[in-house]
């Protein structure tokens, strides 16, 4: 139990300071506030183990609330570029009927003058 007073009291103390420093990161109020979580979660399991230097926390906790961070803007941007390729993949294909379609189009147009 001492170990989560310890870390309640810790959360309250750093929890602006860091999210301060995941938003500057991240830019984005949703991704500052998982990796806040997250990073806050990895400390209380640090806590858990053995004494931590409490001087040395908010680093911690800040560090690793910046690589969280970065590593859902790099999630998020990885399926942007998925949904980029998909969609430039669906007007290829779009591209690739109507020009299908209008050769269709003009073959029935030559056989229609042609019954004529």
């Known amino acids: 139990m001492e170990d989560f007073d310890l870390f309640e009291s810790l ?6 300071k860091v999210y301060r420093t995941a938003y500057l990161v991240a830019q984005d109020e949703n991704i500052a506030q ?3 979580q997250e990073a ?4 209380y399991e640090i ?8 001087p040395r926390f908010p680093a911690l906790v800040s560090a690793i609330a910046t690589k969280k961070a970065v ?14 390729v998909f969609m430039d993949k669906i ?8 020009v299908s379609f ?5 073959a029935e147009n ?4 042609d019954k004529a």
């Open 34 to 36: 998982d990796s806040i």
């Open 11 to 16: 959360y309250r103390m750093y929890f602006s």
């Open 40 to 43: 806050f979660l990895i400390a």
């Open 71 to 84: 590593d859902l803007i790099r999630k998020k941007a990885k399926y942007v570029l998925m949904d980029e």
């Open 47 to 54: 806590l858990k183990k053995g004494p931590v230097d409490l």
């Open 110 to 113: 030559r056989i229609d003058m």
């Open 91 to 98: 007007v290829s294909m779009n591209t690739a009927l109507e």
């Open 102 to 106: 209008d050769s269709i189009t003009d």
